[in-house]
Structures are given as C-alpha cells and as structure tokens.
C-alpha cells in the first residue's frame, strides 16, 4: 500500500473517531463522559510518572557521561606527564 493510501486511512479512522468521540461527549451527565474523564485523568498520572522516570534515566546518564569524561582526562593527563620533567 502506498504512503498515500496509509494516509488516507489514518485520516478517516481519525474523523471517524473524532465523530464518535463528540457524539458520546454531547451528554454531559453520562456515564461515557465520566469515564472517559477518568481514563484521561490516568493517562496524565501516568504520563507524569513516565516522565518522572524518563528524566531520572536522563540525569544518570548525564553523570556517567561526566564521570567518564573526568576519568579519561584524568588518563590523558597522567600519560601526557613529562618523565624527563620528574627528575
């Protein structure tokens, strides 16, 4: 199937989702409207968590990096020392 063709289809099952979602929207007492807000107040709480854990990785890795790029100067430092210098 081409790209279009993808397209095409993402496209309507999005307007028809879209039509469906506003039509169960329209009562605002009913049950599919309490639960729909339900699911997307869970959706943000877990988003916020996934973010929360996502940013810890981030800031793990940021030490790591800093910590190796401390070790290798510290190598480079040590193996560009002059012996004729030590003497």
Known sequence: MSEFGRGAI???AGLVLGYLGS???E???GKVRRAA???VSQGMTFKD??????ERARENVEDMVAEARHSREGIKEAGSADPASEK
């Not at 968590?49 to 996502?54: H, P, Y």
């Open 23 to 25: 039509k169960l929207m």
């Open 37 to 39: 807000v339900e699911a």
């Open 49 to 54: 968590r996934v973010m929360t854990s996502v």
């Open 27 to 29: 009562d605002p007492q």
């Open 10 to 12: 993402w496209f309507g």
